[in-house]
Antibody, heavy 116, light 112 residues
Framework: EVQLVESGGGLVKPGGSLRLSCAVSGITFRNAWMNWVRQAPGKGLEWLGRIKSKTDGGTTEYAAPVKGRFTISRDDSKNTLYLQMNSLKTEDTAMYYC???????WGQGTLVTVSS | QTVVTQEPSLTVSPGGTVTLTCASSTGAVTSGYYPNWFQQKPGQAPRALIYNTSTKHPWTPARFSGSLIGGKAALTLSGVQPEDEAEYYCLLYYGGAQPNMLFGGGTKLTVL
């Protein structure tokens, strides 16, 4: 069974930082491309970025609204995906989902609230 | 700025057929945009239904089908069930020097 479990969400002040984690099981993580997607309360889905497998170069791509503030990384020894978020804004308040490269498997999400 | 557009809401009767569409502000949607479709029910994470325009996941009910119609990606539900009431999102892939993926705004499907 494929499982993706996000963690690390919470309340953070504007300008602050937060690192989200996503523990992955049930697939060969080191071969997987992975995505992050978020959903603001009552709003639609927004793709944030993805990371390729190391065998495919391990490169990252980001959506324009988060490029330069968010960084996606991975630790294949821990089967874990990360999302480092810096310079957070109130509009970054959302549920954050990690998803496999083909968008077939989704985690349940972790909630990030940016508020003073 | 590229925008992906879906019908905000649609209503269908149980047992009926409904088609949801997904348009790109850049022009006609083709298979090269690798259209994906997702279903999201309240309080739940989205669930993948269709990828690469028309390919179903193993868990996708047979009544769901994907296609291209009139320059748009389309998701058709045939023999709609009450449990199909949900929000549906499409996703398009934009390649190029700076690859990007964009979701549509979602279609709220009501079964009434």
């Amino acid at each position: 069974e494929v499982q993706l479990v996000e963690s690390g969400g919470g309340l953070v002040k504007p300008g602050g930082s937060l690192r989200l984690s996503c523990a992955v099981s049930g697939i060969t993580f080191r071969n997987a491309w992975m995505n992050w997607v978020r959903q603001a309360p009552g709003k639609g889905l927004e793709w944030l970025g993805r990371i390729k497998s190391k065998t495919d170069g391990g490169t990252t791509e980001y959506a324009a609204p988060v490029k330069g503030r968010f960084t996606i990384s991975r630790d294949d020894s821990k089967n874990t995906l990360y999302l480092q978020m810096n310079s957070l804004k109130t509009e970054d308040t959302a549920m954050y989902y990690c998803i496999t490269g083909g968008f077939d498997y989704w985690g349940q999400g972790t909630l990030v609230t940016v508020s003073s | 700025q590229t925008v992906v557009t879906q019908e905000p809401s649609l209503t269908v009767s149980p047992g009926g057929t409904v088609t949801l569409t997904c348009a790109s502000s850049t022009g006609a949607v083709t298979s090269g945009y690798y259209p994906n479709w997702f279903q999201q029910k309240p309080g739940q994470a989205p669930r993948a239904l269709i990828y690469n325009t028309s390919t179903k996941h193993p868990w996708t009910p047979a009544r769901f089908s994907g296609s291209l119609i009139g320059g748009k990606a389309a998701l058709t539900l045939s023999g709609v069930q009450p449990e199909d009431e949900a929000e549906y999102y499409c996703l398009l892939y934009y390649g190029g020097a700076q690859p990007n993926m964009l979701f549509g705004g979602g279609t709220k499907l009501t079964v009434l």
